[in-house]
């Protein structure tokens, strides 16, 4: 249950409760002093129907000592002597006399003789009394009121307290739905920036700029806890902010090191190169070190570049939009992997018309080569490699497939992370770094797209999905490029 329900249900019962409550009370009050009124005319009524005994003289009491002047509609009165009712009668709203039967006045024999005041059943037609037994000598009268007007008056007042008990419950559970809904607006102000934040990807730092609960008076209740979660937000941006200097400064520090390493790396190569040149006079094992030397450091510088590339990448630079033509891009890369591995048949399946994106026509070549590469090297020789491009609903799908053993699934995770090799002996000795999946990955998403693959034993696909047009990131990023050259 909602807790605004439970507040409104709580709110609506409390309000019955204190209604049922006063009802009762009120009904007890009335109905007792009405009682008491009874009894007090009773006693009045007792004196006048005494007095009218007194009157009636020695032919003995008749039917009128019922009827004396001021005697109220109602009054019955009975005269007992010996213990049976001698004279019995009842004052009608007329004002005449109805002389008591057996069976009305059979309860009056039971009433105790003190004079105080009690109510019997007399049954239908007369309902309850309110009656005082009285000695006159040797007899007894009885004089008694009736309770109906009590029990009216009772009754009234009972459909009176359910009609106020009832409109009262329609009035709580309007008023507590107003105020309870308007009091916890603030708390749910507070969880839905809550559930927002909790939606975020929160990569950068920057996501929570401005995200902040309005309600954060420490005052109220719902603003301490806007107060609390305001601060953790600042707390979390903080710590992301950190993270992303600390990033950046590992970005930095490879990308320094990497370009740094690029003259050393040269020279050695060069000097290395050299040497072969003059390789004529030097000794078997060191023509064949000098050679190894090379090849290394070509491998090296390589693997620098890409690191390189990489950092420069993550950076968000790196990447120079264009109208790029990708038809003639992978007819390039084909060609280019014909040449260098003829045992691999390579097919090409791309539109008549030239197929053009926005983007960097050297990093989007890159992406066609380490795909290709990669189909050609860590496939057996034979291994057909399709190369595909067709247009898709936003952009340009492209896809290099392979017809070879497939990729283990248990590594296709880490397919993309950086230095990943799923043979990493084997892979190392054929000289591969396992970095150009992830350039791949890098240089896609700078451009906007993504990049998927799907691997069964016989049938490796990489699709490389390409918005057509440049990316808003992208946009935003070349326009603050520029602003900052300009400074
Ligand atoms: N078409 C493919 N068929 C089978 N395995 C593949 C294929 N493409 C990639 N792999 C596996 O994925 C790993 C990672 O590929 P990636 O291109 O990132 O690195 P690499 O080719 O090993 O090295 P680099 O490309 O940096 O020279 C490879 O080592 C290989 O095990
Ligand atoms: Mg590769």
Redesign the pocket.
């Known amino acids: 249950m909602t807790l605004r329900r439970r507040l409104v249900l709580s709110i609506v019962a409390l309000v019955v409760a204190v209604s049922a409550v006063i009802g009762a009370g009120s009904i007890v009050a009335l109905f007792s002093i009405q009682r008491s009124a009874i009894d007090q005319q009773l006693q009045y009524a007792t004196s006048r129907a005494q007095k009218s005994l007194q009157d009636q003289g020695p032919n003995g009491p008749s039917l009128e000592i019922g009827r004396p002047s001021g005697q109220a509609a109602g009054t019955l009165t009975v005269y007992f002597l010996d213990g049976t009712a001698a004279v019995g009668s009842v004052l009608d709203n007329a004002g005449d006399i109805d002389r008591l039967t057996g069976s009305s006045v059979r309860p009056l024999g039971g009433v105790a003789i003190d004079g105080a005041a009690h109510t019997v059943d007399l049954g239908h037609d007369l309902g309850r009394y309110r009656v005082t037994a009285a000695p006159v000598g040797p007899a007894v009268l009885v004089v008694g009121l009736p309770m109906a007007p009590v029990y009216e008056s009772v009754w009234k007042l009972f459909g009176w307290v359910l009609v106020v008990t009832a409109l009262a419950l329609l009035a709580a559970t309007g008023v507590a739905a107003v105020v309870v809904r308007r009091s916890l607006r603030p708390l749910e102000r507070v969880a839905e920036t809550a559930s927002s934040v909790a939606r975020m990807p929160l990569e950068r730092s920057d996501a929570l700029d401005g995200v902040r609960v309005p309600d954060a008076d420490p005052r109220t209740e719902v603003g301490r806890v806007g107060t609390a979660f305001n601060r953790m937000l600042g707390h979390i941006a903080g710590a992301m902010q950190a993270r992303e200097r600390s990033e950046q400064k590992v970005r930095q520090f490879v990308a320094d090191a990497s370009h740094e390493l690029r003259t050393p790396l040269a020279s050695v190569r060069g000097y290395a190169e050299l040497t072969r040149r003059m390789g004529a006079d030097l000794p078997q094992d060191v023509v064949y070190a000098m050679s190894r030397i090379e090849s290394e450091s070509k491998r090296m510088t390589?693997?620098v570049e890409?690191l390189l590339l990489l950092a420069r990448l993550d950076e968000g630079r790196e990447v120079q939009f264009a109208d790029v033509d990708l038809t003639g891009l992978v007819l390039d890369a084909v060609n280019d992997a014909h040449a260098a591995s003829p045992d691999h048949p390579i097919e090409v399946d791309v539109p008549d018309v030239p197929v053009e994106v926005q983007g960097d026509a050297a990093r989007l070549h890159q992406v066609v080569v380490?795909?290709v590469?990669?189909?050609r090297?860590?496939?057996p020789d034979g291994t057909r490699i399709t190369v595909g491009l067709a247009p898709s609903p936003n952009g340009v799908d492209l896809t290099?497939r392979?017809t070879?053993?497939?990729?283990d699934p248990e590594?296709l995770p880490k397919?993309?992370e950086r230095f990943?090799?799923?043979?990493?002996s084997r892979?190392r000795t054929?000289?591969?770094?396992?970095?150009?999946?992830?350039?791949?990955d890098a240089v896609v998403q700078a451009h906007g797209g993504s990049v998927e693959v799907a691997?069964v034993p016989g049938d490796?696909v990489?699709t490389v999905h390409l918005p057509t047009s440049r990316p808003a990131a992208a946009a935003g990023a070349g326009a603050a490029g520029a602003v900052a050259a300009t400074a």
């Not at 070879?404 to 990729?407: A, C, L, P, S, T």
Request: proline share 0%.
């Open positions: 390589s693997m890409d380490n795909l590469t990669n189909a090297t860590h496939t290099v392979d070879g053993q497939g990729i590594f397919l993309f990943a090799r799923a043979d990493s892979s054929a000289g591969s770094t396992g970095l150009g999946l992830a350039i791949v691997s490796t990489f």
